[in-house]
């Protein structure tokens, strides 16, 4: 995971796969623990296994900005 702003790595991981939505779901869940937030968006290519991220963030965004207008600024966009 990178954060765009700053190019800053925030973390690595190894994994069996990173085709399973699942897995992708769980680190960011992970970085949200570590770092004690959310982004206010995300951005990833379209594939299938960015479904399940796409839905915590939005969540997340929601329950925790949801001053925020998610028209405005989308918590999770595809490139």
Same mark, same amino acid.
């Given at each position: ?15 069996? *796969? ?29 594939? *299938? ?31």
């Amino acid at each position: 995971m990178v954060d765009n702003a700053t190019g800053q790595w925030l973390r690595a991981w190894v994994v069996p *796969s990173n085709r399973m939505g699942v897995v992708i779901a769980y680190l960011l869940l992970c970085l949200v623990e570590e770092f004690g937030g959310i982004p206010l968006q995300t951005t990833t290519d379209c594939g *299938s296994e960015t479904t399940q991220l796409f839905g915590f963030i939005t969540a997340l965004r929601l329950a925790f900005h949801s001053d925020i207008d998610i028209v405005d600024l989308p918590p999770h966009v595809y490139l």
